[in-house]
């Protein structure tokens, strides 16, 4: 909500209170002010001009030649706006002045007739161009009514007010609009509030006349009223009037379509204005759609209708979606010469839906959907805009509003011990204060022995319940001046659970590793959405949001890994090709479709690596990442979560993954992850350079029980080592001789490592030979070379019996 302070000068005295001070104030009540912007910031001398002569250029088509009255001076000035001519007031930036962007205007000659000055459009004057009327869009700005010549520009144009910008959330939807923040300041201040008094004059002709008003859907329209208004003059609204819709971010259009947005931004109450003989009928009736119903709004779309969208229709077709955006066959235009105001109030609910299914949010259903609307001042507000157009557009009133439903409804009554009050907030307020405070919010407020009695008026429906009044008297008593006080009673020990431990650890490891953590969307297209998964998931299994943003954010992930290539390429794109990454975070599985339930969550955790291994120095060499260093990574973050024992590596071949540089890591037994480069043709296809990925189920890993580190006292004896060389078939993995090498080894055998895989012209076709350094220790004596032999011949024969390994010549 943008709340311009000149305007809200009308209603609350502010002669002492700065803008930077109020909105200080109304955030410390509770409603944060995002900004504060001065419009017109360093603009200067910018003064009122008349145009006293216009001619054509000597030397160019599109230019003419002024003379210009500034009060003090004539100048001459070079003009090339289309819509400049004799006798205009305008607004003229002299030799010297200062411009949006810090333009300073200088003394110049174009094509050889001397400029004094500028004469400005409201663009040139810091004015978006989106909100710039119509008639000023492609030229000057020109005063429609009596300014004087002279004076400074900026206070005709409101360009030396203020504009807050407050950021209303559902609870404070009352402040959507000038009399709700007028309410709000008056009680921050202590001063009492001015509100215009609607006044109309209207005519001897019954409005119930030329409408009937008929509501069918009562649920979701408790109240339509309807106002008829003949003897339209349509024509651009008085400056006053625009300035202040433009500071609240509105382009005026017309007289008409104008008041009915002031009345919008004024009593928060949205109004809509229907072409009276484009109606094509004497009667409203309010309905919910019929299937497969269409209707234009405004906008110029085709809207398909469904049975739960409320319709306002002429008894036969609709003329307008309820709350949310009027009909294109009923648009008020030049030619408007009576006008059917309509003034109502509209189910939160029933709009919502509406206007979420088309994507269609406006500043009406904005107001209906936070309910921000006062159901007591919908008739005032339909009195406000027919006095204005009986002002501006000189109209004729038709006696009486045509309405149906409840047109006002009573006070909320809350009743509570007022204690309550200091008992929450640890005040010692009296009775007294604390009904002086609700009266300042307007509410009537008395105490009766122990019980306050409090009406809440209807235009706060958020204050329900007793704990809203405390919450009110804190805000505008100030939560500063509220006590700071330690909690009473027991209390328990804040801690992390052992899986959040553990989460941190492996965080921990990964950034000590040398990975940066990316944070990724969980929404992705349908097709990535099932790429590079950990198992082979089916489209029955994809979470697709009924109501995307877009198709790129249309289905919940099933793997990490798709997002974070993006990543990579964003970050190859802007020339780093050294890339780290790893990402700890949710995917998601559909239970069972269709999805009535929420989908399965699962942690994961997944990782890219691409480009150098360490940074290249002036001694060091080259060393790209490949699989080993990946590898590498995730054995030390198995080793450092005490489950490198139930790991095992095995060769595999995935999608979209290099058939000969791909393995999957199985954990007591279940595939829980795999590792390995991406397939070529996946490179060549995203552009991207040779590339590694990872992906595990973390929460399998975090869930493990693990039994606690202990430590041991350093060897008091020496340990023997012995190397073993074993020629196996190609198809032996390592890992199995690992395995057949620590059962066979028993308790002497301390440590095994790999340290060399040899295939050549001194092997036989098909056979590989894998070299292992073995590690034998005794802790409580010294090993002879007879105990040592005996258990290494033990692990050569489990070696030949097991996997037929033979000992290499």
Known sequence: MLVSYNWLKDYVDLSDVSPDELADKITKAGIEVEHVYKLGEGIKDVVVGRVD???????????NVCQVDLGSEKVQIVCGAPNVAAGQKVAVAKVGAVLPGNFKIKKAKLRGEVSQGMICSLEELGVEGKLVPKEYQNGIYVFADDVVVGEDALPYLNLDDYVLELDILPNSAHCLNMIGVAYEVAAILNRPVNLPEPAVEEDQTLAEEKISVSIEAEEAAPYYGARVIEDIHIEPSPRWMQNRLIAAGIRPISNIVDITNYVLLEYGQPLHAF????????????RYAHENEQMTTLD?????????DLVITNGERPVALAGVMGGADSEIKDDTKKVLLEAAIFDALTVRRTSSRLQLRTDASQRYEKKGVDRNRVASAADRAAGLMQTIAGAKILKGIVEQGQREVAPHIIEMPWKKVNDALGTSLSENEITS???????????????????????RPDVTIPEDIVEEVGRIYGYDNVPATLPKGESTRGGL??????????QKYFEGAGLYQAVTYSLTTKEKAQQLTIQPQSEEQLVELSMPMSEERSTLRMSIVPELLEVVLYHLNRQMPNIKLYEIGKVFTAKQKPLTDLPLETEHAAGVLTGLEN???????????????????????????GVSEKIQFAPAERDLMHPGRTADMSFNGTVIGYLGQLHPHVQKENDLNETYVFEINLQALLEENVPETTYRDLPRYPSITRDIALVVDKEVHAGQLYDIIKEAGGSLLKNIKLFDVYQGEHLEEGKKSL????????????????E??????????????RAGAALRN
């Open 275 to 286: 072409d009276y003989d484009k109606l094509g009928s004497k009667q409203i009736l309010v």
């Open 53 to 63: 002569q216009c001619e054509q250029h000597p030397n160019a088509d599109k230019l």
């Open 497 to 506: 659970t052992s899986y959040q431990k553990k989460r941190r650890i492996v």
């Open 615 to 641: 940074i290249q120095s002036w001694e060091g060499r080259k060393t790209p990442v490949d699989f080993y260093t990946v590898k590498g990574v995730l054995e030390g973050l198995f080793d450092q979560l």
């Open 300 to 308: 110029d779309e085709e809207r398909h209708l469904i049975t739960s």
């Open 437 to 459: 405070i609700l009266n300042r919010l307007n509410f009537t407020a008395a105490v009766e022995g122990e019980t306050l009695h409090v009406e809440v008026p209807a235009r």
């Open 771 to 786: 070299a292992f350094s073995l590690q034998y220790l005794d802790p409580n004596k010294t090993l002879t070379d007879k």
């Open 788 to 801: 040592v032999s005996k258990v290494h011949e033990n692990i050569l024969n489990a070696c030949q019996e």
